[in-house]
């Protein structure tokens, strides 16, 4: 089972400044950039995972292996889920949303589905601050992990 530490990851997640959007973004861009590199069957550090929730989506990241323990992403809206959501976590759930999300990545020629829902859930005051692509979006996740769509069905 998954622990949460209290820290959260390491970065200036503040929002300070004019620039803070800007600055989460890069930040979070880098995230997914190292998160692309890792090899789910050896080690899920520094795996992104994310969990839909209120208009957005709360953001966490695998800071150990053993015991696997996550750390919060506070980007932009900085959501979480509640730590009883964290602590039922299990390896194979992370290394299934990990594959899930490249799947997806390789059908939808993104960054993953954090590449797809960060974006929108940043600029969602062009798409008329609807929640309406991140559910979407997270439903197919979902549909995928689970089964319901299958490799090679349209």
């Known amino acids: 089972m998954a622990q949460l530490t209290n820290q959260p990851c390491p970065g200036d997640w503040s929002f300070n400044g004019d620039d803070w959007d800007q600055?989460?973004?890069?930040?979070?861009?880098?995230?997914?950039?190292?998160?692309?590199?890792?090899?789910?069957?050896?080690?899920?550090?520094?795996?992104?995972?994310s969990f839909p929730w209120a208009d957005g989506s709360a953001i966490y990241r695998v800071s150990k292996d053993k015991p696997l323990t996550l750390q919060h992403v506070p980007v932009h809206d900085a959501w979480q889920v509640p730590y009883t959501q964290i602590r039922g976590m299990r390896r194979a759930d992370i290394v299934a949303m990990v594959v899930g999300d490249r799947k997806l990545a390789d059908k939808a020629g993104t960054v993953g589905i954090l590449g797809v829902i960060h974006p929108l859930v940043q600029n969602r005051r062009s798409i008329g601050n609807s929640s309406l692509p991140v559910v979407l979006l997270m439903a197919l996740r979902s549909a995928e992990m689970t089964g319901i769509i299958r490799e090679g069905v349209r």
Request: proline share 4%; charged share 20%.
């Open 23 to 49: 600055r989460h973004s890069d930040q979070f861009a880098q995230l997914q950039n190292e998160a692309a590199k890792i090899n789910p069957s050896k080690s899920l550090v520094g795996a992104l995972v």
